[in-house]
């Protein structure tokens, strides 16, 4: 729902090297410095471009991230 373009924020910290953009893209390549490897409490909320009344959702996720 909503109108576009969305846009994404983050309220915790990501797992060193990594790094998200305003449209919601993670990117980066996690798992090669100590202290970033595990599962991580990731809390997103999009807002939507609605004009007069924003629209807003909130999820919060656990991201693994492991070397290989």
Not at 41 to 54: A, E, Y
Request: glycine content about 12%; aromatic content about 6%.
């Amino acid at each position: 729902g909503g109108t576009g373009p969305y846009r994404w924020s983050k309220s915790t910290p990501l797992p060193r090297e990594l790094t998200m953009s305003r449209s919601g893209f993670l990117t980066g390549v996690p798992g090669l410095k100590k202290g970033s490897t595990g599962t991580f409490p990731l809390t997103l909320r999009v807002h939507d471009s609605t004009k007069h009344h924003h629209m807003t959702a909130t999820a919060t996720l656990s991201l693994t991230v492991s070397s290989s």
